[in-house]
């Protein structure tokens, strides 16, 4: 690489450089395509003195690189090539909130506001991971045209402070304009010294000026931080407040990054186009999606097989839940039913949570109304492909994004799945409390293409995330996705509970069904043994299953399910109450039979064909014969039972 970088450079062999889209004091950013991985970056170069100070920003680099939110730009890659260090980091067309400040002059406060909402939740992220930006600046926070706020240079800034630059302030470090005033005095910058820049930061935004004022030398700046001088707000509306707390002078009287979010979002919640953005932010859709591997569930023995899917990539069985206690001191409670006080059943019914347990952050909540894909961001796996949003696969309580090579085909993909109950985990690699909230983080030991994480709520139930590498040469590592996808999950979680759902189930989906309420006792009877009182309820009462007793190697299980399709790859036609129907032996684990039966076929909401599909599945030491002949004798009882029940509805 040239000692002066021009267009038409490669970093890396691989970034290709194409213009300048910023400078500054720290280096130039360029905007390049990523020639192996087809997409734009931005990159950052910085001249550095030394190996040391190479190696502070290396780490700066890596510490931002492990920051996943909607609301920071994502750090993909450092390059070391001896007079300059390279940042590559995820583009963003935007503009700085200082470009729009000089182009429209002061913005009204709702605006500020919303962008304030997104920088304070994306320092509480950071601040969780124990990352102190040190630069929050209206230079350093982007703003989409959509209004997404994203804050970049996080952590490298400070890096580059230490040894690249020395400012016009002497041996404090930082824009004097927006410097807290405990930094100006020398002291340790800390957390709270990010809240107040971005309350600086706001206030400049809304009031055309720093909170120092204005002046001609940044030593004045410097001189009215160190004194706590600051001005009286005039334009902030109903940011007053919020402003004031943020920009209190003694740190000990400032809030939190956390309690910073809600005072901003109290005052100025983010409009709903932009929260509706940052929810469900993906990128572009694709109808060529090969669905991810099946959902990992306990089986028989302790044994955890994945479902099967009828897609070509065939998926081993995997053993990662055994019998074995969680970890000292986390507590495994018992399963939380569907049944009220009274002993009735409440699911479909119009019983709602209470206020207090809907809106506790971190809980689960009503399980028929959690949305799993408000958990799931596609936008944030970015870095590692082209992703896809898949909404409706698998079963009803699942979620996944799908990873693209450069050719367009599958390359990996992560699940996100609720749970009524918490796994017995063995192989447990780490458990973590996470900072301020009720949650519990467990990462599980690799397994082969499968990496596994659970987010234990304070409800007492689980969401399992799972990473999966479909081609192993090409894929991203399965646990850098699951990590990334948990700590999106986490940083929803730690502001309130899983998102709900924003549609209505339709009025024939199988999903307004209690999968326990479609045999009775007298149906049970064809396969001796199974008792009717030793019934499991699944996730939303979707799944069911009736064992027998002592060794339980008697069952008969319910789920409802979803495929693109349904046909004869998924095995021996058979005909179930006049609907042609698939059945296959041994396809859960050995003596066991499956029936899969199509309920109704539909487009989804990313409209993908989708088949929601009956599944009955016998488990019996017998022939395969005797076991799917009782299968399909027990699905048409459920498909007789499933159309009673819909049209009284």
Known sequence: ????????????????????????????VWRAWDERLQRWVAVKCARLDDDRATRRLMGEARNAGRLHHPNIVAVFDFVDEGAICWIVMEYVPSRSLAQLMAERGPLAPEEAGSIGCQIADALVKSHNAGVVHGDVTPENILVTDEGVARLTDFGISRALWNDVTQSATGSVRGKPRYLAPEVAKGQPLGQKADVFSLGASLFAAVEGQSPYGEAEHLMTYLSRAVQGQLETAHRAGQLTEPLAALLEVEPRNRPEATRALELLRQATPPPAHVQDRLDRSTLELTSRTMRLGGVVRAAKDGLTVPVRRRR?????????????????????????DSRGADGKDTVGSDAKPSATASARAGTIGDERTADPCGLIDAASLSRFGTTVLDPDYGDIDRCDVILLNNGGNDNAGVQVNLDSDRDKFDDIESTQLVPDTDLTRVAIKRDGVFCERAVLTPDGKQIRVIGQQFDTKTAPDPCQLADTATDHVVSVLAHGPVPRRTVAWPKWSLANLNACSLLDAAALKRLPGVQFDNEDSGFGSWNCDWSSDGDGDREVEIRFTRDNSLDSDDGTPVNVAGTKSYYRPNDEEDDSCTVRTPHRVYTDSVGER????????????????QLCDSAAEFATEVVHNVAKKLAER
């Not at 009956?614 to 022939?623: C, D, F, H, K, R």
């Open 312 to 336: 070509a990539l065939a998926l081993a069985a995997v053993a990662v839940v055994t019998g074995g206690a969680l970890a000292a001191g986390l507590v495994l409670l018992a399963p939380w």
């Open 610 to 625: 989708t088949v929601e599909i009956l599944q009955l599945i016998v488990y019996a030491p017998e022939s395969s014969k």
């Open 1 to 28: 690489m040239p000692v002066t970088p021009a267009a038409g450079d490669r970093v890396d062999g691989r970034y290709l450089l194409h213009e300048p889209i910023g400078t500054g004091g720290m280096g130039v």
